[in-house]
C-alpha cells in the first residue's frame, strides 16, 4: 500500500520550460491536493479536486493548470515555468468530508527548481 | 478563512513534557482544529484533531479552550524524534474541502 505516490521527487527546469506533476493514490479518496512551500514557509494550497473530472481553484493558482481525469491521478501542470515557481510542491488526500475522520496524506514531495 | 496564530520557534529538553500554544480567536461554530507536523524532508502528517471536547491518541493530546479561542498540542514527551514543525489549521465542517497551514511552530528537541 503505496498511499501518496508523487512523481518525479527532484526536477531542475529552465524558464519558459513546461513540466507535469503526477500525484498518484491508492487510497479511493475522493478529494485531492495540490500545495506548494517556500523556504521557511507553511504550505500554500495551489488547486484542488473533490472528485473526478473537477478541479477548484485555491490560494496561489496563477502559472499552474490541474486535472483529474482519473479519480486515483491529480495531474499539476506547469506551462512556462518561471524562477518564482522554484518550490517544494506536496499532494495530498482525503476521504470525503462527511466522514469523521478527516486526516489528510501527503506524499513525500517533488523539488522543483526552475533556473 | 479563519486563520490561526503560532509562536516561531519553540525548544523542549528530551523526554519533558511539550506545550505548542495556537491562537484562533475568529474561530467559527463548525471549524475543527487540526494539528499536522513536519518532519525536515518530508510531507506534514496527521497529529490530532478536535472540535470543543479535549483529544488524546498515541501521539499527543489536544487541549481546547473553553471559548475556542486558542487551543494547545501537549506532547507528553519529547522525543528528538519530535523534532518538526508543528501547524495549528482550522478545517471548516462544511468546506471540509479547503485547508490552510499558516507558518507553524519549528520545535526543537535538546538532548
Known amino acids: 500500500n503505496a498511499g501518496v505516490t508523487q512523481t518525479p521527487k527532484f526536477r531542475v527546469l529552465k524558464t519558459g520550460q513546461s513540466m507535469t506533476l503526477l500525484c498518484a493514490q491508492d487510497m479511493n479518496h475522493e478529494y485531492m491536493y495540490w500545495y506548494r512551500q517556500d523556504p521557511g514557509m507553511g504550505l500554500r494550497l495551489i488547486h484542488y479536486s473533490v472528485g473526478e473530472g473537477t478541479t477548484a481553484k485555491g490560494e496561489v493558482p496563477d502559472g499552474y493548470n490541474v486535472s483529474r481525469l482519473k479519480k486515483q491521478n491529480f495531474l499539476l501542470g506547469l506551462e512556462s515555468a518561471a524562477p518564482s515557481q522554484t518550490s517544494v510542491y506536496f499532494c495530498?488526500?482525503?476521504?470525503?468530508?462527511?466522514?469523521?475522520?478527516?486526516?489528510?496524506?501527503f506524499g513525500q514531495g517533488t523539488r522543483l527548481t526552475v533556473v | 478563512d479563519a486563520k490561526t496564530t503560532q509562536p516561531n520557534s519553540m525548544e523542549s529538553n528530551e523526554e519533558e513534557p511539550v506545550h505548542l500554544p495556537c491562537n484562533h480567536s475568529?474561530?467559527?461554530?463548525?471549524?475543527?482544529i487540526h494539528w499536522y507536523r513536519q518532519l525536515p524532508s518530508q510531507g506534514p502528517e496527521y497529529v490530532i484533531h478536535g472540535l470543543t471536547s479535549n483529544v488524546n491518541n498515541r501521539m499527543a493530546s489536544l487541549a481546547i479552550a473553553e471559548d475556542r479561542k486558542s487551543s494547545t498540542l501537549i506532547l507528553h514527551r519529547a522525543t528528538l524524534r519530535d523534532a518538526a514543525v508543528y501547524y495549528c489549521?482550522?478545517?471548516?465542517?462544511?468546506?471540509?474541502?479547503?485547508?490552510?497551514f499558516g507558518s507553524g511552530t519549528k520545535l526543537n528537541v535538546k538532548p
Open positions: 475568529t474561530i467559527s461554530g463548525t471549524d475543527y
Open positions: 495530498a488526500t482525503t476521504e470525503q468530508g462527511n466522514r469523521m475522520n478527516t486526516e489528510a496524506f
Open positions: 489549521i482550522l478545517r471548516d465542517l462544511y468546506n471540509f474541502n479547503k485547508f490552510y
